[in-house]
Protein backbone atom coordinates (compact mmCIF):
# COMPACT_ATOMS: atom_id res chain seq x y z
CA UNK A 1 0.00 0.00 0.00
CA UNK A 2 1.67 3.07 1.25
CA UNK A 3 5.02 3.48 2.76
CA UNK A 4 7.19 6.47 4.71
CA UNK A 5 10.98 5.76 4.58
CA UNK A 6 13.24 7.81 6.40
CA UNK A 7 16.76 8.04 6.36
CA UNK A 8 19.41 10.79 7.49
CA UNK A 9 19.73 10.34 11.29
CA UNK A 10 22.69 10.19 12.84
CA UNK A 11 25.27 11.38 15.81
CA UNK A 12 26.75 15.31 15.38
CA UNK A 13 27.61 17.06 18.36
CA UNK A 14 26.02 20.75 19.21
CA UNK A 15 26.09 23.25 16.75
CA UNK A 16 25.92 20.93 14.04
CA UNK A 17 23.20 20.31 11.12
CA UNK A 18 21.69 17.10 9.61
CA UNK A 19 19.33 16.90 6.82
CA UNK A 20 16.05 13.79 7.24
CA UNK A 21 14.68 12.91 4.31
CA UNK A 22 11.45 10.48 3.76
CA UNK A 23 10.15 8.90 0.69
CA UNK A 24 6.14 8.03 0.30
CA UNK A 25 5.55 5.20 -1.91
CA UNK A 26 3.32 2.82 -2.89
CA UNK A 27 -0.30 3.64 -4.59
CA UNK A 28 -0.76 6.91 -3.66
CA UNK A 29 -3.47 9.66 -5.07
CA UNK A 30 -3.04 12.52 -3.18
CA UNK A 31 -0.70 14.03 -0.01
CA UNK A 32 -2.19 16.53 1.58
CA UNK A 33 0.57 17.13 4.68
CA UNK A 34 3.81 15.91 5.99
CA UNK A 35 5.73 16.53 8.62
CA UNK A 36 8.02 15.20 11.35
CA UNK A 37 7.22 14.43 14.70
CA UNK A 38 10.44 13.32 17.63
CA UNK A 39 9.65 11.93 21.01
CA UNK A 40 12.75 11.85 23.19
CA UNK A 41 12.73 9.25 25.94
CA UNK A 42 10.57 9.56 28.61
CA UNK A 43 8.74 12.43 26.69
CA UNK A 44 5.44 12.45 24.57
CA UNK A 45 5.96 12.64 20.90
CA UNK A 46 5.58 16.20 19.35
CA UNK A 47 5.07 17.97 16.08
CA UNK A 48 8.26 19.24 15.17
CA UNK A 49 7.07 21.08 11.53
CA UNK A 50 5.07 20.52 9.02
CA UNK A 51 4.35 21.67 5.65
CA UNK A 52 0.68 21.38 3.46
CA UNK A 53 0.33 20.84 -0.34
CA UNK A 54 -0.16 24.59 -0.52
CA UNK A 55 3.32 25.20 1.09
CA UNK A 56 2.48 26.81 4.41
CA UNK A 57 4.59 25.78 7.14
CA UNK A 58 4.56 25.62 10.77
CA UNK A 59 7.14 24.75 13.39
CA UNK A 60 7.29 24.13 16.98
CA UNK A 61 8.51 27.52 18.98
CA UNK A 62 11.81 25.65 19.89
CA UNK A 63 12.93 24.86 16.25
CA UNK A 64 12.01 28.47 14.66
CA UNK A 65 14.60 30.07 12.91
CA UNK A 66 17.10 26.68 13.16
CA UNK A 67 14.66 23.81 11.36
CA UNK A 68 13.66 23.81 7.96
CA UNK A 69 10.74 21.88 6.30
CA UNK A 70 10.61 21.32 2.17
CA UNK A 71 8.77 19.10 -0.05
CA UNK A 72 9.41 17.96 -3.61
CA UNK A 73 5.98 17.28 -4.33
CA UNK A 74 6.70 15.56 -7.46
CA UNK A 75 8.75 12.88 -5.80
CA UNK A 76 6.52 12.98 -2.71
CA UNK A 77 9.48 13.69 -0.44
CA UNK A 78 9.73 15.99 2.57
CA UNK A 79 12.96 16.98 4.35
CA UNK A 80 13.73 18.52 7.63
CA UNK A 81 17.06 20.72 7.78
CA UNK A 82 18.25 21.01 10.91
CA UNK A 83 21.09 23.61 11.73
CA UNK A 84 22.61 24.75 15.26
CA UNK A 85 21.50 21.18 16.61
CA UNK A 86 21.19 21.31 20.70
CA UNK A 87 21.76 18.29 23.20
CA UNK A 88 17.45 18.63 23.71
CA UNK A 89 16.80 17.83 20.27
CA UNK A 90 18.01 14.29 20.24
CA UNK A 91 14.97 11.86 19.65
CA UNK A 92 13.85 9.51 17.32
CA UNK A 93 12.54 11.54 14.83
CA UNK A 94 9.19 9.96 12.53
CA UNK A 95 7.65 11.02 9.20
CA UNK A 96 4.12 11.14 9.22
CA UNK A 97 1.41 11.80 6.01
CA UNK A 98 -2.00 12.75 5.60
CA UNK A 99 -2.07 10.55 2.34
CA UNK A 100 -5.20 10.05 -0.04
CA UNK A 101 -4.93 6.15 -1.46
CA UNK A 102 -5.02 5.59 -4.72
CA UNK A 103 -6.99 1.89 -4.57
CA UNK A 104 -10.04 3.22 -2.66
CA UNK A 105 -9.56 6.94 -2.19
CA UNK A 106 -9.62 6.03 1.45
CA UNK A 107 -7.66 9.28 4.07
CA UNK A 108 -5.33 8.02 6.19
CA UNK A 109 -2.41 9.48 8.02
CA UNK A 110 1.05 7.18 7.23
CA UNK A 111 3.85 6.58 9.59
CA UNK A 112 7.73 6.50 8.81
CA UNK A 113 9.19 4.01 11.09
CA UNK A 114 11.80 6.79 13.11
CA UNK A 115 15.64 7.44 12.38
CA UNK A 116 17.27 8.42 15.80
CA UNK A 117 18.99 11.64 16.16
CA UNK A 118 21.27 12.40 18.86
CA UNK A 119 22.98 15.59 19.58
CA UNK A 120 26.15 15.28 22.10
CA UNK A 121 27.30 18.21 23.54
Known amino acids: QVQLVESGGGLVQAGGSLRLSCAASGSIFSIDVMGWYRQAPGKQRELVAAIVSDGSTNYVDSVKGRFTISSVNAKNTVYLQMNSLKPEDTAVYYC???????????????WGQGTQVTVSS
Open 96 to 110: NAGITNGVDMGYDAY
